[in-house]
Nanobody, 118 residues
Framework: VQLQASGGGLVQAGGSLRLSCAAS????????MGWFRQAPGKEREFVASTNWSGAMTSYADSVKGRFAISRDNAKNTVYLQMNSLKPEDTAVYFC????????????WGQGTQVTVSS
């Protein structure tokens, strides 16, 4: 599966952005989807994930209550709605996919930059 992330940009603290990740290739509903981010000088970290149907989600503590992950299997797209953004959310955001029966994310998008100014 190929992944294409979009929607990043520059926003002031307290603002919102919605990231999208469009998937092509094999059946989208065969994959759990996740969002990760990497800030300069830091390791990549988990942000949020959703299972193949969208019925189950998980979030990093740092984004709980502010970010929401969702997916539209008819459009082969996963979203990350980011509200109440903080400067520490500044990072390159990556979407990733893993087959439902696997533990590791093996398919990665190219990343989209999110910059939050104070």
């Amino acid at each position: 599966v190929q992944l294409q992330a979009s929607g990043g940009g520059l926003v002031q603290a307290g603002g919102s952005l919605r990231l999208s990740c469009a998937a092509s290739g094999r059946a989208f509903s065969n994959y759990d989807m996740g969002w990760f981010r990497q800030a300069p000088g830091k390791e990549r970290e988990f942000v949020a994930s959703t299972n193949w149907s969208g019925a189950m989600t998980s979030y990093a503590d740092s984004v709980k209550g502010r970010f929401a992950i969702s997916r539209d299997n008819a459009k082969n797209t996963v979203y990350l709605q980011m509200n109440s953004l903080k400067p520490e959310d500044t990072a390159v955001y990556f979407c990733a996919a893993k087959m439902v029966i696997k533990r590791e994310y093996v398919y990665w998008g190219q990343g989209t930059q999110v910059t939050v100014s104070s």
